[in-house]
């Protein structure tokens, strides 16, 4: 069994923001050698998260609508995290919506996705430097 | 280390709709010939899910009308994807509360599920031939 | 390849409760001797959750206080599952936002998490002995 790791840094400059780091993620399985096995990418950070949906941006201005009407932002007295001195309560329920990780198959040597599935690196709580971590394992 | 790879077609005759899958992804397990791994089993679709819950028609019914006011249908106009001719901006965004895929544990040659835990395809925007993926990795 | 398997037991004594869990699954993959893979940790019950986010009591309060918005537990004849006698509908569609399961890489013997990663089991219907799956896989 082969297995392989890799960390992607991001700075998102806003708070919120989407990535789309499919290719980033198909490197690190071109550069593991696997061709059968799964490859497990998620967010490090508890106020961001690792999705796949599709690219287009009318969507990701949805999405960010979307989860500021389910957990909304302001006013930051909602959340009693809040009362720690952060201001991202809304953040860590914004990541639980949109999920951690996503596990994919590898087949062939390359990402086995469909035809729209593009894979992203969601941020709630940015302007800081985040990671995600791509794990690999197979043959 | 094995591994099995196959797809699933669905034609879910309706806009939305659960059908239970755990048979065909069980058939897939024995198939493999793995005895222990891990199977995932993932929409190959941005517009619908894979996820574990109960067979019980109350549920989905409670499932369906939940999404459609976490996410309404209509109006159209409501979501920008649908600017770009597409009409399915609601089923992006009730794809990601019920999540992409799911990661089975395989033990002794089955599924590894507890006593009510049953694999679901959701579609929410049918009427139309779409897959999951079904990916097994093991010994 | 190895692998390994373990069930965790609990019997949260509320309704709902969240417990850390990070320790337990630590010991799984220690025991199992990989060092490089992955470990699968789900919710055998389809009313619980198994998710990754911060040990913090406020966030736990506002995660308990925004599930319930989302998904209110009464009036118990809001959900038609409930008509089966059951009063736990809620349960199952607080599990879909929190999730079922998190896979989480296994790297140098130990769990790759970042630094405010925490495992943990998210009962919303308890008081009840009910269980999670760890499986390990890896070398």
Redesign the interface.
Known sequence: ?K?F?KELWFNIPQRRGFENITREVSDCVRESGVT???V?V?????TASV????D?S??H???EK?LEE??PHEPISR??????GEDN?DA??K???????????I?SGAL??????QVFYGEFDGRRRK?V?V?V???
């Not at 999705?51 to 599709?54: E, P, T």
């Open positions: 069994m297995s790791r059968e096995g799964l497990l998620n967010a490090m950070h508890i999705f796949i949906n599709d287009e009318g969507l201005h949805d999405y979307w389910l957990a959340y009693r995290h809040n009362n720690t309560g860590h329920l990541r639980q919506i949109m999920g951690r990780e996503v596990v994919v198959a087949s086995d996705l469909g035809p729209w599935e990671r971590l794990k394992i197979g043959e």
